[in-house]
């Protein structure tokens, strides 16, 4: 495996890193007095950290080789989850902190769930996931019984929390990600994962557990989807069956733009962190023209998707020329 496979800061995150600079450079000449301003900057940082969290969760099944469409479907069910829990117990903080771990071992089961599918029953991974998630909706809207589920203003105040005017939930992606970093960049599961994700025949004649190395891929990613459904509760005070549907095609679109390489073996987990920053600035600064609708939003995402894989691509193959010339 090439050293700059894991890599903490690749080329691509240079260029994402001169991307978002050049992006701040703009919003800075064209609408500085409403865009750089604490509470959009505040804003900005506690509306990506959701799909931020899935898109890291994305990421690490897509570095196996593999995807998780599931995973908003599996924020709301273990946001839904942590809902009832708070709404049925009246023990202030104990119920928060039984709500939150209910919500993280729901993730967890949906993520293993999902991973077994893939790798023990060999299910592709898109179909894999495309049942999942409508099981995983199915289930929020038995418990939610198709209604919304309220937190009851109890679980506001993860949301509302700063420390040192830096929004807690954005603080919370940061650690999530310099975590996640540090596990695919510096030990053995990480290089397990990309040598999975570029040859899992090869990997097994290696002695990998690929079987046990893909399964813990896909239960990161639950994991990571709880915690985006706990913020996502915190945050709009309420849970939903279909909430943030969306955020699917964010989320895929993230970790192309950060580096991923779809087919696997290849990206860091950082590029994804900056993909999501510069998404979510964009996102803001296009809210600042009122002209430009939001029904334009889906279609700019596909087309900076298809935009980024075609880079990639081109990139890709001069990179095998120049390997394949030496």
């Given at each position: 495996?090439?050293?700059g496979?894991t890599?903490?800061?690749?080329?691509?995150s240079?260029r994402?890193i001169?991307i978002?600079?050049?992006l701040l450079?703009i919003?800075g000449?064209t609408?500085?007095?409403?865009?750089?301003?604490?509470?959009?900057v505040q804003?900005?940082?506690?509306?990506?950290?959701?799909y931020?969290?899935?898109s890291l969760g994305?990421?690490?099944?897509?570095?196996s080789g593999?995807?998780?469409?599931?995973?908003?479907y599996?924020?709301?069910?273990?946001?839904i989850?942590a809902?009832l829990i708070i709404?049925s117990n009246?023990?202030g903080?104990?119920?928060?902190?039984?709500?939150?771990?209910v919500a993280?071992?729901?993730?967890?089961?949906?993520?293993?769930?999902?991973g077994f599918?893939v790798s023990?029953?060999?299910i592709?991974?898109?179909?894999a996931t495309l049942g999942s998630y409508?099981?995983?909706m199915g289930?929020?809207?038995?418990?939610?019984k198709?209604?919304?589920v309220s937190?009851?203003?109890q679980f506001?105040?993860?949301?509302a929390?700063?420390?040192?005017g830096?929004p807690?939930?954005?603080?919370?992606?940061?650690l999530?990600?310099?975590?996640?970093?540090?596990?695919?960049s510096k030990?053995?599961?990480?290089?397990?994962v990309?040598l999975v994700g570029?040859?899992?025949?090869?990997?097994?004649f290696a002695g990998?557990?690929?079987k046990?190395t893909?399964?813990?891929?896909y239960?990161i990613?639950g994991i990571?989807?709880a915690?985006?459904?706990?913020v996502?509760?915190s945050?709009?005070n309420?849970?939903?069956a279909?909430?943030?549907?969306?955020y699917?095609m964010?989320?895929?679109?993230?970790?192309v733009?950060g580096?991923?390489?779809p087919d696997g073996?290849?990206?860091?987990?950082?590029?994804?962190?900056?993909?999501?920053?510069?998404?979510?600035?964009l996102?803001?600064y296009l809210n600042?023209?009122p002209?430009i609708?939001?029904?334009?939003?889906?279609?700019?995402?596909g087309?900076?998707?298809?935009?980024?894989?075609?880079?990639?691509i081109?990139?890709?193959?001069k990179?095998?020329?120049?390997?394949a010339?030496k």
């Amino acid at each position: 495996m090439k050293k700059g496979m894991t890599l903490p800061f690749d080329e691509n995150s240079r260029r994402l890193i001169i991307i978002l600079v050049a992006l701040l450079f703009i919003t800075g000449i064209t609408k500085s007095s409403q865009f750089l301003n604490v509470g959009n900057v505040q804003s900005i940082g506690k509306q990506l950290t959701e799909y931020g969290l899935m898109s890291l969760g994305m990421g690490v099944c897509m570095l196996s080789g593999g995807i998780d469409l599931s995973t908003v479907y599996i924020a709301n069910l273990c946001g839904i989850s942590a809902g009832l829990i708070i709404q049925s117990n009246t023990s202030g903080v104990a119920g928060i902190v039984l709500a939150c771990v209910v919500a993280l071992i729901v993730g967890a089961l949906c993520g293993i769930f999902n991973g077994f599918l893939v790798s023990f029953l060999n299910i592709p991974p898109m179909l894999a996931t495309l049942g999942s998630y409508e099981l995983y909706m199915g289930i929020s809207i038995v418990l939610s019984k198709g209604s919304t589920v309220s937190a009851n203003g109890q679980f506001n105040i993860l949301s509302a929390m700063t420390i040192f005017g830096i929004p807690f939930p954005f603080i919370l992606f940061l650690l999530c990600t310099i975590i996640l970093t540090l596990i695919m960049s510096k030990t053995s599961f990480g290089n397990k994962v990309y040598l999975v994700g570029t040859n899992a025949k090869s990997s097994k004649f290696a002695g990998i557990n690929v079987k046990k190395t893909t399964l813990c891929c896909y239960m990161i990613s639950g994991i990571l989807s709880a915690i985006a459904g706990l913020v996502s509760l915190s945050r709009l005070n309420s849970a939903k069956a279909d909430f943030g549907t969306s955020y699917t095609m964010q989320t895929i679109l993230v970790a192309v733009l950060g580096g991923i390489n779809p087919d696997g073996g290849f990206g860091n987990i950082p590029g994804i962190a900056f993909a999501v920053i510069i998404l979510q600035t964009l996102s803001s600064y296009l809210n600042q023209f009122p002209a430009i609708s939001n029904y334009y939003r889906d279609m700019i995402w596909g087309v900076a998707l298809l935009a980024v894989l075609v880079f990639n691509i081109t990139i890709s193959k001069k990179r095998a020329k120049k390997a394949a010339s030496k």
